[in-house]
């Protein structure tokens, strides 16, 4: 079945420095979901990529889709205490198989802030 | 924005006991709900997707006697732990979405402690 890969496991970065995580999956997406959970808290939706090559920006965070449809990754830029939390990937697979419609999700990176 | 509450937040229960935990769409008709199960700093495991109306679709390695889902209206879906034994302890999840392509809004989870 489909798998999606998310690498580091653990990022520790100091309050400034930029964070990237990486996302691969073993078959072809139909899209990537992104989602942020804090802490004692539930996953939050925070974008969604369709299209190859995409690249979305929300504030300090870029999100890129591959162009094969396969991968991808977040970046934040000069990182803040309120960035702590556990960033995970989800995809899609492409619509016809019994997957259709359910998310696979990454194991997630857990980003540590320090002030 | 869409809102999904899930009760109760935390239960403990004795084991061989049965626990109940309602997801629920509060501002929207959510055809597809979704349960997932979430252990300490690991990813969000699929369990079931269930349909209004339907039966619910297992994951595989998840017990459908063990694990009842029911998803009688639009904007309730209950899954109930028959007989819950101390490795069913979790944090179990939801979510919902309008259909089985959509974006999925995720409850603020439940967490099961079986003693």
């Known amino acids: 079945g489909q798998q999606v890969m998310q690498i580091p496991q653990y990022q520790h970065v100091q309050e400034g420095e930029d964070f990237t995580t990486y996302c691969n999956s073993s078959?072809?997406?139909?899209?990537i979901q992104w989602y942020k959970q804090r802490p004692g808290g539930h996953p939050v939706f925070l974008i969604q990529?369709?299209?190859?090559?995409e690249v979305k920006k929300q504030k300090r965070l870029t999100f890129q889709f591959g162009e094969a449809k396969k991968n991808s990754s977040l970046h934040i830029t000069a990182t803040q205490t309120t960035d702590v939390g556990t960033y995970f990937c989800?995809?899609?697979?492409?619509?016809?198989?019994?997957?259709?419609?359910?998310?696979?999700f990454g194991q997630g990176t857990i980003l540590t802030v320090h002030p | 924005g869409a809102v999904v509450s899930q009760h109760p937040s935390r239960v403990i229960c004795k084991s061989g006991t049965s626990v109940k935990i309602e997801c629920r769409s509060l501002?929207?008709?959510?055809?597809?709900m979704f349960w997932y199960r979430q252990f300490p700093k690991q990813s969000l495991m699929l369990m079931a997707t269930?349909?209004?109306?339907?039966?619910?679709?297992?994951e595989q390695g998840v017990e459908k006697d063990k694990f009842l889902i029911n998803h009688a209206s639009l904007t309730l879906s209950t899954l109930t732990v028959t007989s819950a034994h101390p490795e069913d302890s979790s944090f179990y999840i939801c979510?919902?979405?309008?259909?089985?392509?959509?974006?999925?809004?995720f409850g603020p989870g439940t967490r099961l402690t079986v003693t």
């Open positions: 979510s919902a979405a309008r259909g089985v392509a959509y974006e999925q809004y």
């Open positions: 078959t072809t997406l139909s899209n």
């Open positions: 990529l369709v299209k190859s090559g």
């Open positions: 989800a995809g899609r697979p492409l619509a016809g198989g019994t997957s259709y419609g359910k998310l696979t």
């Open positions: 501002d929207f008709q959510a055809t597809t």
């Open positions: 269930s349909n209004e109306g339907s039966k619910a679709t297992y």
